[in-house]
């Protein structure tokens, strides 16, 4: 089973008002940001891709690359599997992520399956594949798949913002964090979105590098 799926913003208000209720801390962070921002994204091969191209550079440079690996048509799995890697390489991509992008077009993922498919299955399908760890699995369950009740404890922006919030005196490891994140359910995507949301606040405030 999916669980519920995250559509509208309507569903991150429901999210954040049963966190504020069973959390007072959640509560303090909901008020203090806001809105939380609902973020969805399309699923599919182009947005694993994307996230491979994004891995360890900037917003900026990604966006970059992906402009040009789109001027070159290399944004389809048909085409990428069919492409060297100098030809990948010749659009910007690193060696390694020229193998990955071609290990994600060649793996052959049914992406529609992949909308029913437990989370726990969606992460153990897409970490079989050279490039995708277990983080970017989660955060294309989260967003991509709007799965509500999925967290992902290696972010290092939500360890550092559950030390903030918590006032923790160090960033909880993610084992830690994923055993904190149990008492959110059913809303663990939505204390995701939570936690981003009051990080960016706190590090406005008080200057938090």
Do not use: N
């Amino acid at each position: 089973m999916t669980g519920r799926i995250i559509h509208t913003e309507a569903d991150i208000a429901e999210g954040t008002a049963h966190l504020a209720t069973i959390c007072p801390r959640m509560a303090h962070a909901r008020d203090l940001v806001g809105e939380v921002p609902l973020r969805r994204r399309d699923d599919g091969f182009a947005a694993l891709m994307g996230a491979i191209v994004s891995q360890q550079v900037s917003v900026a440079a990604a966006r970059a690359i992906w402009s040009r690996l789109e001027e070159a048509g290399l944004t389809v799995p048909q085409i990428i599997a069919a492409t060297d890697e100098d030809g990948l390489r010749a659009a910007g991509l690193s060696r390694q992520k020229a193998r990955y992008v071609r290990a994600l077009a060649e793996a052959d993922l049914d992406y529609a399956a992949l909308r029913t498919a437990p989370t726990d299955e969606v992460v153990t399908t897409l970490t079989e594949v050279p490039g995708i760890g277990v983080w970017t699995a989660e955060i294309y369950a989260m967003f991509s798949l709007g799965r509500a009740d999925v967290f992902a404890p290696g972010d290092l922006a939500l360890q550092e913002s559950a030390r903030l919030l918590y006032d923790l005196p160090e960033r909880p490891k993610p084992a830690a964090l994923r055993a904190m994140a149990a008492d959110w359910a059913p809303w663990r995507a939505v204390a995701a979105r939570l936690l981003w949301a009051y990080y960016h606040v706190a590090k406005d405030r008080e200057g938090i590098a």
